[in-house]
């Protein structure tokens, strides 16, 4: 993706582009992100492994915990390598974080729903979905990191006044559309 091309451009063409782009990640590969969709959640689940070893070691004081919590960070890293595509700059970490914290969401979410808090887990799986949906963005290079700045919610730029345009939302809908997991 060519850097700052997108800074002269306006939100019509912005939208062009960005649909052009899925298309063409479309077309260009026959893409079965069913297997890296499997894959990413896997990585989920290592940083939460990493997590619990690291507090049972901490609670415990037994130093074996840490001795696998770097065999599976050392696993977690190799895989997560399968998944990212020539990250650049922080990428790899956000990439780690996002995962991380859309894991953390949905098991917060799920005891909510457990606990009949509906509203409340539903609120919570829709902020996992839209973290899930930002690390597949930047990884498919769909979002340009670097044009990245601080708006207001649902705001694709600092000039959008359409919320019906929020690039979380579009990114749920691009990773719908990629990411199917019952494609075999």
């Known amino acids: 993706m060519e850097p ?40 989920m689940n290592l940083v939460s492994i990493e997590e619990h070893f690291f507090f049972s070691g901490a609670k415990t004081g037994k130093n074996e915990y840490y001795d696998l919590l770097s065999q599976v960070r050392e696993m977690r890293k190799e895989l997560l390598a399968k998944l990212l595509k020539d990250p650049k700059a922080e990428e790899w970490c956000i990439s780690k974080h996002l995962l991380a914290a859309s894991m953390r969401l949905i098991e917060v979410g799920t005891k909510y ?22 690390f597949w963005g930047m990884n498919l290079k769909i979002i340009d990191i670097g044009e ?26 691009l990773v719908q559309k990629l990411v199917d997991c019952c494609k075999e």
Do not use: H
């Open 148 to 173: 990245v700045k601080k708006i207001e919610d649902n705001q694709i730029n600092i000039r959008d006044k359409n919320p019906e345009n929020d690039l979380t939302n579009r990114l749920n809908d």
């Open 113 to 134: 729903q457990s606990l009949g808090k509906k509203e409340e887990a539903r609120g919570l799986f829709k902020k996992a979905y839209d973290l899930y949906s930002i």
């Open 4 to 43: 700052n091309l997108n800074k002269n451009m306006g939100k019509e063409e912005k939208i062009t582009n960005f649909l052009d782009k899925i298309e063409a990640i479309k077309k260009e590969s026959e893409l079965d992100l069913s297997s890296d969709e499997d894959l990413s959640i896997a990585v």
